[in-house]
């Protein structure tokens, strides 16, 4: 296996060497989760301290720029964010390695950060590198046993056997269906991974599958294997020539100017889970309603914007969602169904349920083969409060119409209750398939089979037509540009509902999360959802 050495000078200490006014190489920090795009709240985007790929890509485009730079090493450590997103730099940094040479140090040899530094033709690892080569994996936790110990039990109606969204709650275990579906999805991924490592080592397939297999334990087996080309600590890949990337922003000049003139593409994410009202971010760890949440009036008033805007020829919908209320996502599909501007839907780590939803009637859909799509099912319920308020001393007391108190948590549905939500999710479900055969041109009846609930990895969405092509956002932004004949090079911008004051709704956020309700869904009831609880390790 050939080694390689960095072209410094000597090893002496401080800053740039006698004779030298630039340095040759720079050391590019990659850490942390890497959120697609900056928030699009002006107050939140001020508070934001996580880097994102819309930065990263500005940066990399600077470095490409600069003649005087030779290479960068890329430092990929503490690394967390999502496979697609490890994808998404791996482009990224491929792109760099076509003006510079690319070094890959990653202290933490994991299943993630691989993917992302499999970008650089060279890779290093520390002799004491961590090495946690097992593949994917996830592990839901079941509360159903739990619940019932306290008195609660957890009424679930779904469409339909795949759609595993309050198993979790109404469940003990894992059912058949779920098992399925999540091991077909890991295997997608890891199939992908094969992939990812087999192009960027130079090997085959099965080499690739071979390094699974729990054999590599250290650095040194990592290299003997051909997983990373040397064996070395950070400080012998650096040298007096080499400044972190702070220590070199007098010297970049700002990149190429962009095209404007012919016109521009707007970008509007679906970040978080759908709700109807306006976006909003709450910090309270509660199923569905913690973390972003993309509002429906939110994001139809991006859209509107991005409509009317003359110079907007185009629309991005960067999508990385697990779904959410049914209501929300059928708002937000329409305003991309009438959209008169070709709309490309490019996919983040999930597009999933109400996230697919959103997406069918877009030009093109972008996904990456890491992503978790598909789950084209409804499903809803209640928490049943019965044994709890007994053994508690809570006596609920109605008066006037049951019907009024359909989803109450004080007793399970009646059979005739039970009937009554099952049409309605039912009509959403005949909904939801309608809207994918019409913007994916399947039959009905192809679509329940695809669908029932069931997740895919993008690479098997790409291959049963639930999307067009694998990529990432930069992918997708071109493919706009070429749907409206805009010029390879024309800007992108970030659209937001016009007239938007950041801290009234930031005031409103810190409400919202002080208010948790027996039923964790807030007035979402009818849900075309994923269970965001599953992430691969």
Do not use: C
Request: glycine share 10%.
């Amino acid at each position: 296996m050939p080694l390689f050495t960095l072209p410094f000078l000597n090893k002496s200490s401080g800053g740039l060497p006698g004779g030298v006014s630039r340095p040759t190489w720079v050391v590019l920090d990659i850490t942390g989760p890497y959120p697609e795009r900056q928030p699009s709240s002006p107050l939140q985007a001020l508070l934001n301290r996580t880097d994102t790929l819309e930065a990263l890509e500005a940066r990399i485009e600077k470095l490409r720029g600069a003649d005087w730079l030779h290479g960068v090493l890329v430092k990929i450590s503490e690394f967390t964010a999502a496979p697609a997103t490890a994808h998404a730099i791996r482009s990224l940094l491929a792109y760099l390695g076509e003006h510079k040479r690319v070094v890959a140090y990653v202290p933490q040899l994991t299943m993630t950060s691989l993917i992302a530094a499999s970008g650089a033709k060279e890779i290093a690892a520390p002799e004491s590198a961590d090495v946690m080569l097992g593949g994917f994996a996830v592990e839901p936790t079941f509360l159903g046993a739990f619940l019932k110990k306290h008195g609660i039990e957890f009424e679930n109606l779904r469409i339909r056997e795949y759609k595993a969204a309050l198993t979790r709650f109404s469940q003990e275990h894992m059912d058949d269906a779920n098992r399925e579906q999540l091991q077909a999805y890991l295997d997608g991924l890891e199939g992908a991974w094969v992939q990812d490592m087999a192009q960027a080592r130079g090997v085959d397939a099965g080499v690739v599958a071979g390094w699974l297999s729990g054999t590599i334990t250290s650095a040194q087996g990592a290299l003997d294997a051909g997983l990373i080309t040397r064996v070395a600590y950070e400080d012998e890949l650096v040298g007096p020539a080499t400044l972190p990337l702070l220590g070199i922003v007098d010297w970049l000049t700002p990149g190429k100017p962009s095209n404007a003139k012919a016109g521009r593409v707007a970008v509007v994410p679906v970040v978080g889970t759908i709700v109807t009202g306006k976006s909003k971010n709450n910090p309270l760890p509660l199923p569905l309603l913690g973390g972003p949440q993309a509002g429906s009036d939110t994001v139809v008033a991006a859209l509107k914007r991005a409509e009317q805007d003359k110079a907007t020829k185009a629309i991005v919908l960067y999508v990385n969602s697990g779904g959410g209320s049914a209501l929300a996502s059928d708002l937000m599909w329409r305003e991309v169904q009438r959209s008169e501007k070709p709309v490309v839907v490019v996919m983040g780590e999930y597009a999933a349920s109400g996230g697919y939803y959103v997406a069918t009637h877009a030009k093109h859909i972008v996904a990456s083969p890491y992503t978790l799509t598909g789950s084209i099912g409804v499903v809803t319920g209640k928490p049943v409060m019965t044994d709890f308020n007994d053994r508690h001393g809570l006596h609920p007391e109605r008066v006037g119409r049951d019907s009024a108190l359909l989803y109450s948590s004080s007793r399970r549905y009646t059979d005739e209750e039970r009937g009554h939500v099952e049409r309605s999710i039912e009509e959403v479900y005949d909904r939801f398939t309608s809207r994918v055969a019409d913007g994916r041109k399947l039959s009905k009846e192809r679509v329940n089979e695809l669908g029932r609930g069931r997740i895919w990895s993008g690479a098997d969405a790409l291959e049963r037509g639930l999307v067009d092509e694998l990529g990432d956002l930069r992918l997708g932004l071109q493919r706009a540009r070429e749907l409206a004949g805009l010029p390879h090079d024309a800007p992108s911008w970030n659209a937001t509902p016009k007239s938007r004051g950041p801290l009234p709704e930031f005031v409103q956020e810190a409400a919202h999360a002080a208010s948790v309700q027996v039923w964790p869904f807030g007035r979402e009831r009818v849900l075309t959802w994923f269970d965001q609880d599953i992430r691969v390790r």
